[in-house]
């Protein structure tokens, strides 16, 4: 398996523009995280789905932010519009069950957004 | 409510060992992990120990956790240059989906 891809890896953007993040679970996981990782807040969840159902946006910063998983071998992570606070690295996850001790979480490389 | 928490940086010598510490505050975790984060790239699944566990060895690694204390560490004995990176503790939660992540550690390794 190719593990967990994320596009693209790199992206750097213009405050005020519409950003689009792509991640491709691993065939079979149910679950699929979305995390930003920034020096000052360390990383921290901001959604995750199960089966394609969003089941917790709480870290969500805010409306403009949005995901989706339209079926299970997609999602997407879209800020609209961008502000330079955004800028962090985003990671995707996912996970057959967490409840089992070695279906833990496996990333993706993640995508370095830099808004600007 | 759910905290986990490390020390931010530790430095060592090559061919010391590293001791890196966390503390969490849930007694319901059911599993606690340590993740491996080197440059550029995304966390990657080292080792893990179930929570009615005290330790957990698996070749350079040592796993102990003090469940009294809320205590969890990760030895690595013989510490290489390629050691270098940020390791994160996380911790599962009984009947929750999530992982709860400390902040991570950055260990830095001398020649």
């Known amino acids: 398996d190719a593990g967990v891809i994320q596009s693209p890896r790199h992206e750097v953007t213009e405050m005020g523009q519409e950003v689009t993040l792509r991640c491709k679970p691993i065939s079979g996981h149910d679950y699929l995280f979305w995390y930003r990782q920034t020096m000052m807040r360390g990383l921290e969840l901001l959604i995750y789905?199960?089966?394609?159902?969003?089941?917790?946006d709480s870290g969500m910063p805010e409306d403009r932010f949005s995901a989706k998983m339209p079926n299970a071998s997609f999602s997407t992570l879209k800020i609209q519009p961008s502000e330079p606070r955004d800028s962090a690295v985003y990671f995707c996850?996912?996970?057959?069950?967490?409840?089992?001790?070695?279906?833990?979480?496996?990333f993706g490389p993640g995508t370095r957004l830099t808004v600007l | 409510g759910e905290d986990v928490e490390q020390s931010l940086f530790l430095s060592v010598r090559e061919g010391d060992s590293s001791v890196i510490n966390c503390t969490y505050t849930d007694s319901s975790s059911t599993y606690l992990y340590w993740y491996k984060q080197e440059p550029g790239a995304g966390l990657q699944l080292l080792t893990y120990i179930f929570s009615n566990m005290d330790m957990k060895q698996d070749q350079r690694l040592t796993v102990l956790l003090n469940k009294k204390d809320k205590h969890l560490s990760l030895r690595i004995a013989d510490t290489q240059t390629g050691d270098s990176a940020i390791y994160f503790c996380?911790?599962?939660?009984?009947?929750?989906?999530?992982?709860?992540f400390g902040t991570g550690t950055r260990l830095q390794v001398f020649p």
């Open positions: 996380a911790e599962s939660l009984y009947n929750t989906d999530k992982l709860i």
């Open positions: 789905f199960n089966n394609n159902v969003p089941i917790d």
């Open positions: 996850a996912s996970t057959r069950n967490l409840q089992q001790s070695t279906d833990t979480q496996y």
